[in-house]
Structure formats: C-alpha cells, structure tokens
C-alpha cells in the first residue's frame, strides 16, 4: 500500500479547510443530497463528500457507508486532492498504490475509486465529492462531467457556510457595538445636554449673549448627535427585527401621523390629501415608521411654501401600483437622487433644513425587507414624489 504525499501548501491547505468550521459538524441534507444524486447518476452504490484533515479523512456526507471517518494513510481522498483533475481508480486490485489497502481488501471492498477533488480558489485541495463502487468499473464520459459538475456546487455551499458563519460574527460584533454605542455613548451625550440645560435654565443672567449662543449651540449639537446616535441604532436593529405581517390600513396610519405632524405646528395650515383605503399587507409598526419619514420629509420640506401641498395615494407606473407621498416643497436635483437612500447623504444644507440623514435610508431598509421597492422623482422648487411598492391586501 502506498500512502499519498502531503501537499506542499499543506499547511495553509489545513488553515483553509478549518476556516469553514465544517469539521465533525452534524450532516446536512443539502450535502447528503449531492451526494446521492453523484451515487445515482454515476450508479455507484456508494458515494461521500469527504474533507481531509491532518490524521484522517472526514465524511460530510455519506451515501452507502455506515462509518463517518478513515484515517488519512489508508484515504484513496488524499491522493485526489493532490491534483484538481478527476482522480479514477478503474481497478484497485491491479493499482499497486491500493492493492493492498485495508479498504479494498476489507469493507467496504472498494475496486473501483472516482474523486473530483474540492479545490479552493487559492489552489488548496480541501477534499472530495467520490463515488465507490465494489466492482472494477470506469466513468462514463458524461458521468465524470456531471461528478466535476456537482463537486462545484459542494465548492459553493461550503463557501456559502463560510460566508454565513463570517456574517453570523460580523452581526454578533455589531451587537456588541450597537450595546457600547448605546451605553457607553449616549450616557456622555445626555450628561452633556443635561448639563448645557441647566445652565440655560439656572445660570443664563451670568453669561453673556455670546456665552449664552456657544451654550446653546453646544445643546443642539449634542442633541443632534444623541438622535443621529439613535437613528444609527434603529436602523441597524432592522435588518434582525422579525417581520409581523398583517393587513395594515396605510390610510388610517396617515391620518394618524398627520395629526402627529399638526401637534407639532399648531399654526401652521398644509392642505393634505390621504387617499382613504390603501392597505397592504406587512409589519404595522415597521410600516408606520415609512410613512412617518415621508410624511415628515414633505411637512418639513414645504414649510417655506406659501400654499404648502401634500398627498398621500396610490396610482400605476409602467403597469404596476405603487404608493406614493407627493409635496410641493423645495424638491432636489434628479442628478442627486441615487444618494438620498444612503445613510448620512443630505441634498439640503442642514443649516437650512435640520434632519441627520438617516430617515430615508431606514425606508429603504423596511420596504426592502418586504420585498418591495421605493424611488423618488423631483424638479427643485417644484416639488418631490416618492414612491414605494408593497404587497397588496
């Protein structure tokens, strides 16, 4: 019996394969899946996706085979991954490597070997997707395409498993920064509002007019910081929040953040036109922070305007409906538009109009977790029209 060489790269080969933390995991059935169509379509009774670590070759999969694991010296795996061609024993019994190996001599009998090997992008043979069978045998030329065919696609679920557990990781370091930034930032922020209020509140006849401006400025922009802080957090929590789907009266909601809006500006008049019985299907308190962000946009972006216009409905663009909020305000350049759903891209000076940035980035983020669109349409000083699809009741 002839032991396969190491890999040359071996040691970065091993690095590679423990980096997709697949060693003695449990089965899964996409992989089994490969595996027994490779056992079908090459009619081999037996057939395995088997990755090979330092000592041993490990079974991911396994069709026809009740053992999970072989040591590495006696693996026909190890010699595939040395080459990213498909690797054919037609007869083990006349191969002087195996002849005399424990797996052909004893169970589970193997006289014929075929191994498309897992190579990495980086060159590195991670294993193989195999099929054996108990009597002398060749591939078919369409088999051998078809086995080299789904070894690609175990390549791309085991890279498709890395990926996940990286974002898993990825998400669990933004917890623990969303926590900090939560905590640890925030507390600092309201210490710094708290404190500027006091002295505006008990100590303003000892300052001075430009002592009391450098206080308050210090006092909008701390505040400013905490909402853009809690923006930031929000809108991060949205991608993980579990969708609670049910039909929502997008009219009502309306109705209700407009009189949130009137509450706010008691003087001031905007005609307002609400659409009545426009549901959808969705999440009613995800649903609600879209139309209280384009609601708020077109109450805040027309409040120079001497006959201020806002409309709330539906209509039909190229064939399908889609909601939409319409006001006459200041508008913006179309040249612009491909920025407004980016986290902190603001068209309008914030000198001119306050906001943090963030509000239309988080509409985005719901209506693309319900599966639909948003886009906008403006002419400066003329106006903006946003529009967004959703499921329909």
């Given at each position: 019996?002839?032991?396969?060489?190491?890999?040359?790269?071996e040691?970065?080969r091993?690095?590679?394969?423990?980096?997709?933390?697949i060693?003695?995991?449990?089965?899964?059935?996409?992989?089994?899946?490969?595996?027994?169509l490779?056992?079908?379509?090459?009619?081999?009774?037996?057939?395995?996706?088997?990755?090979?670590?330092?000592?041993?070759?490990?079974?991911?999969?396994?069709?026809?085979?009740a053992?999970?694991?072989?040591?590495?010296?006696?693996?026909?795996?190890?010699?595939?991954?040395?080459?990213?061609?498909?690797?054919?024993v037609?007869d083990?019994?006349?191969?002087?490597?195996?002849?005399?190996?424990?797996?052909?001599?004893?169970?589970?009998?193997?006289?014929f070997?075929?191994?498309?090997?897992?190579?990495?992008?980086?060159?590195?043979?991670?294993?193989?997707?195999?099929?054996?069978?108990?009597?002398?045998?060749?591939?078919?030329?369409?088999?051998a395409?078809?086995?080299?065919?789904?070894?690609?696609?175990v390549?791309?679920?085991?890279?498709?498993?890395?990926?996940?557990q990286?974002?898993?990781?990825?998400?669990r370091?933004?917890?623990?920064?969303?926590?900090?930034?939560?905590?640890?930032?925030?507390?600092p922020?309201?210490?710094?509002?708290?404190?500027s209020?006091?002295?505006?509140?008990?100590?303003?006849?000892?300052?001075?007019?430009?002592?009391?401006?450098?206080?308050?400025?210090?006092?909008?922009?701390?505040?400013?910081?905490?909402?853009?802080?809690?923006?930031?957090l929000?809108?991060?929590?949205?991608?993980?929040?579990?969708?609670?789907?049910?039909?929502?009266?997008?009219?009502?909601t309306?109705?209700?953040?407009?009189?949130?809006l009137?509450?706010?500006?008691?003087n001031?008049?905007?005609?307002?036109?609400?659409?009545?019985?426009?549901?959808?299907?969705?999440d009613?308190g995800?649903?609600r922070?879209v139309?209280?962000?384009?609601?708020?946009?077109?109450?805040?972006?027309?409040?120079?305007?001497?006959?201020?216009?806002i409309e709330?409905?539906?209509?039909?663009?190229n064939?399908?409906?889609?909601?939409?909020?319409?006001?006459?305000?200041?508008?913006?350049?179309?040249?612009?538009?491909?920025?407004?759903?980016?986290?902190?891209?603001?068209?309008?000076?914030n000198?001119?109009?306050?906001?943090?940035?963030?509000?239309?980035?988080?509409v985005?983020?719901?209506?693309?977790?319900h599966?639909?669109?948003?886009?906008?349409?403006?002419?400066?000083?003329?106006?903006?029209?946003f529009?967004?699809?959703?499921?329909?009741?």
């Amino acid at each position: 019996m002839q032991a396969a060489d190491v890999p040359l790269n071996e040691a970065q080969r091993l690095i590679s394969l423990r980096s997709y933390g697949i060693l003695d995991t449990e089965q899964e059935a996409v992989f089994d899946e490969l595996a027994e169509l490779a056992s079908n379509i090459c009619g081999a009774p037996i057939a395995l996706v088997s990755l090979v670590d330092e000592s041993r070759q490990w079974f991911k999969a396994r069709i026809g085979l009740a053992a999970t694991e072989t040591a590495r010296s006696v693996a026909f795996c190890a010699h595939a991954i040395l080459q990213p061609g498909l690797f054919q024993v037609p007869d083990t019994l006349q191969d002087e490597r195996f002849a005399d190996n424990p797996l052909v001599t004893g169970a589970p009998h193997i006289r014929f070997y075929a191994g498309a090997p897992l190579f990495t992008e980086e060159g590195y043979g991670l294993g193989t997707l195999c099929v054996i069978d108990h009597v002398p045998r060749e591939l078919t030329a369409q088999q051998a395409r078809t086995l080299m065919v789904l070894r690609t696609h175990v390549l791309k679920l085991l890279e498709l498993r890395r990926r996940t557990q990286e974002l898993a990781e990825v998400n669990r370091e933004l917890d623990a920064f969303s926590y900090s930034v939560s905590h640890d930032l925030r507390a600092p922020l309201r210490a710094i509002t708290g404190y500027s209020q006091i002295l505006l509140d008990d100590h303003l006849a000892d300052f001075s007019d430009e002592a009391r401006d450098f206080v308050q400025r210090i006092l909008n922009a701390s505040r400013m910081m905490d909402q853009l802080t809690l923006d930031l957090l929000n809108l991060a929590r949205l991608s993980k929040v579990t969708l609670n789907y049910r039909t929502v009266d997008l009219s009502e909601t309306a109705r209700e953040v407009v009189l949130d809006l009137q509450k706010t500006e008691p003087n001031r008049h905007v005609d307002i036109q609400i659409q009545p019985n426009l549901q959808t299907i969705g999440d009613p308190g995800l649903l609600r922070i879209v139309v209280q962000n384009l609601l708020a946009n077109a109450w805040k972006y027309t409040s120079g305007r001497e006959q201020p216009q806002i409309e709330f409905g539906m209509d039909k663009s190229n064939g399908k409906s889609e909601f939409f909020v319409r006001d006459n305000g200041v508008g913006f350049e179309m040249a612009y538009a491909g920025k407004l759903f980016q986290p902190f891209q603001r068209l309008h000076a914030n000198s001119k109009i306050p906001g943090t940035g963030i509000g239309l980035a988080t509409v985005k983020r719901i209506i693309q977790r319900h599966g639909g669109a948003v886009r906008a349409e403006a002419i400066v000083n003329q106006g903006a029209t946003f529009h967004f699809t959703l499921h329909a009741a």
